[in-house]
């Protein structure tokens, strides 16, 4: 395709741009300025979905706070991916070669970077689609890609497909696979950082996440936005902000610990995996995972359809979701760290584990009366730290990009261990505490020679009937 009219916007002076622009006023970062091409991504029915998909997904049935968006995340991400390439552009703009089209197309990516995002969070994609799906590898940014190709088609967005590929690849970059030597490798960290996972989505969801929930925030991304560097088509950063780097990989570990894996949102995802995959023979939703034209449809409000449905064959799903309205939860028994020297060769624990560690009692328990719940966090990129992997620049002056691969020479108080495992049980009736629990501490007597848990299930707990 030829150049677009939006091209020649681009072209104009600023004070035309800004004219041309439409502006939001976003609770995070004030007024955000979207250009025409990005509003007609904005002004369809495929993105606009977004406003139906809780961005912490069931996070708010225990942060009552958390019911923001994925469509106002994407927004702050668009805006974010602007001000990064921009703030490249003022300092070293000759240099680096960035173009008002280099500029837009970051933007995009920003935007376009959840479009394909599935209902709930994480949680469709990570417990609900591997139970219903065998071997299931499908992701959201694979999905994104696709919806960006379906929106364009169905819409005639006049863009460029060259232009189109780069957004794509940008959206796409952090899975290792994926990459390849490109032009201007720097502006495809900006979005989804493959390197180092430092970028501007996880700049975005912490801050806004922070805020929604009422927790405090003491990661400042602007300090890191006004002080990257390009050297070597990598962005660095300089030395004295080390610690700035690693309070974002702490915060998002911190928010994935109190909000995300939350024992009680857990225990509500699980009931909601429950709930679906009674319901998904009956409304075919693993189905449309695969084609644009009917996932556009799937999003959180599937739970309402559910509750919705007097079919006999939604029974279970039914009750399920009404226990979930009427916080008749599946219960919280208790939980253990993976001691750090067993991580290695760690083994996936199982409900048939902890029932056959069940001593003669009162209750008898049976496999589907207890959920095993492993979470994994860590700084991004699992049992390494993220930080060995980043460059860093002494000041302006410098000329020479190193790693601080000794995080001793910074600060004695930081981690020399980067992942929590977290072995959880889980009983789905109240009555069935006691046993569980019970059950789970010989469970650990037998796997580690004692009980690893901080402390016993409270008797209180034990005794709800």
């Given at each position: 395709m030829g150049a677009s009219s939006t091209d020649e916007l681009l072209k104009s002076n600023s004070s035309q741009k800004e004219r041309y622009s439409k502006h939001v006023h976003d609770n995070v970062h004030g007024n955000i300025y979207l250009d025409p091409l990005a509003l007609q991504f904005i002004d369809t029915e495929e993105f606009q979905r977004l406003r139906d998909l809780k961005q912490l997904g069931l996070s708010h049935l225990v942060y009552p706070g958390a019911v923001h968006s994925r469509f106002e995340h994407s927004l702050g991400v668009y805006w974010l991916a602007g001000t990064a390439v921009q703030t490249l552009k003022d300092y070293q703009g000759l240099e680096l070669d960035i173009d008002d089209i280099d500029i837009q197309t970051v933007k995009l990516a920003g935007l376009l970077h959840d479009v394909g995002h599935g209902p709930f969070s994480h949680m469709f994609e990570r417990e609900f689609l591997p139970r219903v799906l065998s071997g299931s590898n499908w992701s959201h940014e694979d999905m994104s890609l696709k919806m960006i190709d379906y929106i364009v088609d169905q819409h005639y967005i006049d863009i460029d497909s060259g232009r189109l590929n780069r957004v794509k690849e940008m959206i796409i970059t952090s899975h290792a696979s994926q990459k390849s030597a490109k032009e201007k490798q720097f502006l495809y960290d900006i979005v989804a950082n493959g390197r180092n996972g430092i970028d501007v989505d996880k700049f975005d969801y912490i801050v806004r996440d922070s805020r929604a929930c009422g927790l405090g925030c003491n990661f400042q991304?602007?300090?890191?936005?006004?002080?990257?560097?390009?050297?070597?088509?990598?962005?660095?950063?300089?030395?004295?902000?080390?610690?700035?780097?690693?309070?974002?990989?702490?915060?998002?570990?911190?928010?994935?610990?109190?909000?995300?894996?939350?024992?009680?949102?857990?225990?509500?995802?699980?009931?909601?995996?429950?709930?679906?995959?009674?319901?998904?023979?009956?409304?075919?939703?693993?189905?449309?995972?695969?084609?644009?034209?009917?996932?556009?449809?799937?999003?959180?409000?599937?739970?309402?359809?559910i509750l919705a449905d007097p079919r006999p064959e939604l029974k279970k799903a039914r009750d399920i979701s009404l226990r979930v309205r009427r916080r008749q939860l599946y219960q919280f028994c208790n939980e253990y760290s993976v001691p750090k020297a067993k991580q290695e060769h760690f083994k996936g624990i199982t409900a048939q584990d902890i029932v056959c560690s069940q001593k003669a009692g009162e209750v008898t328990l049976k496999e589907e009366d207890v959920i095993v719940s492993i979470v994994k966090i860590d700084l991004t990129r699992g049992k390494k730290n993220p930080l060995e992997s980043t460059n860093f620049y002494q000041d302006y002056s410098s000329d020479v990009k190193f790693l601080i691969d000794k995080e001793e020479r910074i600060s004695h108080l930081l981690p020399t261990f980067c992942q929590d495992m977290i072995v959880r049980v889980y009983a789905k009736e109240p009555h069935l505490v006691e046993a569980v629990s019970d059950a789970f501490e010989n469970f650990q007597m037998k796997t580690y020679g004692e009980k690893t848990q901080v402390h016993s299930t409270p008797e209180k707990k034990k005794r709800r009937r």
């Open positions: 991304f602007e300090r890191l936005m006004e002080t990257m560097r390009v050297m070597g088509d990598e962005i660095c950063y300089r030395a004295k902000d080390y610690l700035t780097v690693y309070k974002l990989f702490s915060a998002r570990a911190d928010l994935h610990r109190t909000v995300y894996t939350h024992a009680k949102v857990k225990a509500i995802e699980l009931m909601l995996v429950d709930a679906l995959l009674e319901a998904n023979e009956h409304l075919g939703i693993s189905s449309s995972i695969q084609q644009p034209a009917e996932f556009w449809k799937l999003d959180d409000t599937i739970i309402n359809t």
